[in-house]
């Protein structure tokens, strides 16, 4: 991981912390109601209403600039212009977010989170698992399940740069799981992914949560990628979100109520849409 990954190094974790935090009552990883942020040239993404049950992938697609990995950043507690209602396997990430964000981890988030391309992946392993308070041998020993779920394994002797572009996505989410977390979240996870593969990187996103009874959520460049099961999100450039979930799969995002809770700017009605797709 280069300087610019963003997690300081906490103190050693024990060996309880290195079992995946309990879910929460409610089962669900992730609960938002009117998530939304603002900044000095207005709303940057939101209001955003999202429930997150384990083993479940979320994509979120809009434009250039409509906010996406500042929702990343958001729902992992991470972004602190945001307002709302936010509950991380069961931790309220805005009265808590430091608690919060110890339930989720980071793949990448633009050009400021990023796993250090020239190190091999032993190295990124090692270096990982010393970010993330895990001892090296727990690290290792994590790799080794992922890469069992994956079906694959990369010789570690590898450099990140020289991974095929699912490989990489898949090496950088195999990464920020070395530290058991419920929710993990990866930035333009399909670019430079063949179209033709695309498909098989978010059944592998989705084996992948198994580990931890866990949730992925990835931003993507293409608008089609959410695939059955999953939650889609659209940003649209009037920083609106319709969030509907896709057909075979019990609704996790339910229509916008307003939220007495959520103390978001009452004149920007929560508008997050839920609806079921069919195949049809
Ligand atoms: N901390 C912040 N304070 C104020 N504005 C911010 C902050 N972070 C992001 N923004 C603004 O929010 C908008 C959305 O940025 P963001 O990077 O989340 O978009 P994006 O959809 O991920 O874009 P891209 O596809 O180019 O990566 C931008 O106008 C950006 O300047």
């Not at 989705?206 to 580990?211: G, H, N, P």
């Not at 460049?221 to 959410?226: G, K, S, T």
């Not at 009037?238 to 339910?254: C, N």
Request: net charge negative; proline share 7%; aromatic share 2%.
């Amino acid at each position: 991981m280069s300087p610019r990954h963003a997690a300081a190094a906490p103190a050693t974790l024990s060996p309880s912390d290195l079992n995946a935090p309990d879910a929460s009552r409610s089962g669900l990883v992730l609960h938002a109601r009117g998530l939304t942020a603002s900044g000095s040239h207005g709303v940057i993404f939101g209001p955003v209403d999202l429930d997150l049950s384990p083993r479940q992938l979320t994509v979120i697609h809009g434009p250039k600039g409509t906010g996406k990995s500042a929702l990343l950043l958001a729902l992992t507690g991470r972004f602190r212009k945001t307002r709302g209602t936010l509950i991380i396997d069961g931790v309220d990430a805005i009265a808590d977010p430091y608690h919060a964000i110890r339930r989720t981890s980071v793949a990448t988030i633009g050009n400021y989170v990023q796993p250090e391309d020239r190190l091999t992946l032993a190295e990124s392993i090692a270096e990982r698992g010393y970010l993330d308070s895990v001892p090296l041998t727990h690290a290792e020993d994590r790799m080794r399940r992922i890469e069992e779920l994956v079906g694959y394994t990369i010789e570690r002797s590898t450099e990140l740069e020289q991974l095929t572009a699912m490989e990489h996505a898949i090496a950088s989410v195999a990464l920020a799981m070395i530290r058991p977390s419920k929710l993990i979240v990866i930035d333009d996870a399909d670019v430079m992914v063949p179209h033709a593969e695309q498909k098989e990187l978010f059944e592998i996103f989705l084996r992948m949560t198994e580990l931890d009874d866990s949730a992925i959520v990835a931003t993507t460049v293409d608008d089609d990628m959410a695939p059955p099961g999953s939650i889609d999100i659209a940003l649209p450039a009037r920083h609106r979100a319709k969030v509907h979930p896709i057909s075979g799969e019990q609704v996790a995002a339910s229509p916008a109520t307003p939220d007495a809770s959520a103390g978001g700017d009452p004149a920007h009605e929560p508008t997050t849409q839920a609806t079921e797709v069919t195949d049809s």
